[in-house]
């Protein structure tokens, strides 16, 4: 626990103009982000009697070990700063809210020639128009079924399409009119494109022109007697207000608005939103988190405003967003919203009408949300915490680990010895810190040394870093740690470094490491540790065989019950560590027998591999060729001529290529333009 007071800036240090702060933790992670109209004001509260302060405060401010402070001109801006960092440094004392589900839309891809109307989830794209969320998935295509009767726009997959144009024949949907088939030329592209913006017109809340053109056309159709007709526009005009129903009125026409509820207890809140257009309701959604900082309800609002339009622009910010509580001050905040949308954006309570009373609907379900997924949780939250206390008294530690590294090695009859690191904090996988290792400091089978390089690999890079910080100073006369500014050779990571506050590669030490194995791997773990001279940081094995839990220097393993919680976490943890290894193992040994002598030829890109087969046919012919013949191939010059001779002048020629349904084997240039996956053995 840190003293605030030893990172405490100077008198007179902060100054007195908006900005955006940072709080970082003795690792450089960091841990809260928040925004000030006075930055001197707001981090003097920090600094305090901790009596003082608010319990979730406290907490963080004795975990932060520096903080630091960006003025920016105006509120506004520290309001958009603010988002941008919290989605980049993911802080974990700030508010963060999850989706309860994948909710699905209806998406119109107007940036592809001929758009198509589908169910979409996940991020939003650019050039596609969105309509919803939806509570399910069969809700958006029973609309879009009734409205193809109207609306005939394309649906199919790019696959259909083109198949559909080749053969000169239309899907299903082109034969019973649920579409104009542009595929075969029926519409053509401009055609087809005002059928989608009719589409999203009408989607759009804009109802009212289409159904009174629909009747008119039924009218007249009548009058002139063709009944055939005008039973058909019946039948749509029936569609149209079919489809219309499934979204209930519950405002004036043409008003669009968000409403946001929000439930809450001491330790999380729900957030509920109805998205309003054209005065129905057309999509719903909604988030959970924890609260993990000291806000009420208006800071929750103000979180959820930013979670819900910070990617969004244009008429995806509504005209109208009511809230249960106003953020104070409210015009930043509505500034910003405004900005988003391109014209004014009003944030209010509702007061009276039919907006309260819809209001209070919302409400309901934020709060019938938190209770749901308290029910969900508890068992979860309560198992994991359950779990890690096992594991510590099992393991004789001082405290749970919340942070558990495991460790596992693999390989193919000792060729594409590979290791993984995965990473689980509070009983979670946390795959952004998961590492791979490739070992590289002997050749063959030896699990025992490959634990050995890579635990010591892994903490030799912890150390480097808290050297670098100054955390860690190397004792008089000892010799510096020998490693290299850059990761070792064969090692990987899916983040990128700690220079902007995210985390570093190994800069966060566990409380325990696991690894996959028994007796031996954990003496070898150990003795990496040893050697570095790391001695708080806890060692285990989990053996497959009999499922034991070995600690070093132990004769004897710790059998944890079968029905033990500790020991469900312990394989989960084990049993994620092997599917990477393996996952990663695999995807080597698939790129080595995809290669070809090419491959090894040092400074030739794929472009220039693709120019010299396609000049000489095969490898063979080129295996023949001289240098001079080389050199005519556009974009080699003489140098990378001379290297690809050699090359494959020392590579060993091809093995016959063998038909592995016939057992044929196939003469010269087959064989030598033949796929590597089909040869007996590779050149």
Known sequence: MADPSSYRPKPGQIPESPGVYKFRDEHGRVIYVGKAKSLRQRLSSYFQDLANLHPRTRT???TAAAVEWTVVSTEVEALQLEYSWIKEFDPRF????????????????LNEEFPRVQVMRGAKKKGVRYFGPYAHAWAIRETVDLMLRVFPVRTCSAGVFKRSAQIGRPCLLGYIGKCSAPCVGRVSAEEHRELADEFCDFMAGRTGTYIRRLEQQMQQAAEEMEYEKAARLRDDIGALKRAMEKNAVVLADATDADLIAVAEDELEAAVQIFHVRGGRVRGQRGWVTDKVEAVDTADLVEHALQQLYGEERGDAVPKEVLVPAVPDPAEPVTQWLSERRGSR???RIPQRG??????ATVQRNAQQALALHKTKRASDLTTRSRALEEIAEALGLDSAPLRIECFDISHLQGDDVVASMVVFEDGLARKSEYRRFQIKSFAGQ?????MHEVVGRRFRRYLQEKQKSGEWEEAPGEPAQAAPGEAPPGEETSGPLDDDGRPKRFAYPPQLVVVDGGQPQVAAAKRALDELGVDDVAVCGL?????????????DPVVLPRSSEGLYLLQRVRDEAHRFAITYQRSKRAKALKAGPLDAVPGLGDSRKQALLKHFGSVKRLRAATVEQICEVPGVGRKTAETVAAALTGAAPA??????????????EAASSAPSA???TRS
Not at 99 to 109: M, R
Not at 354 to 359: C, E, N, S, Y
Not at 655 to 668: Q, R
């Open 60 to 62: 963080m401010v004795t």
């Open 94 to 109: 700030n508010v963060k809210y999850r989706d309860d589900k994948s909710y699905p839309s209806l998406a119109v891809t």
């Open 345 to 347: 954006v009003d944030l």
């Open 354 to 359: 039919d907006k309260k009373d819809l209001m």
């Open 446 to 450: 030896d699990d025992v040394r490959s």
């Open 543 to 555: 053996a497959k065989r009999l499922e034991e839990v070995w600690l070093p220097d132990e004769d």
């Open 655 to 668: 093995a016959p290529a063998v038909n592995t349904a016939t057992g044929e084997i196939i003469e010269d």
């Open 678 to 680: 089909n040869r007996g």
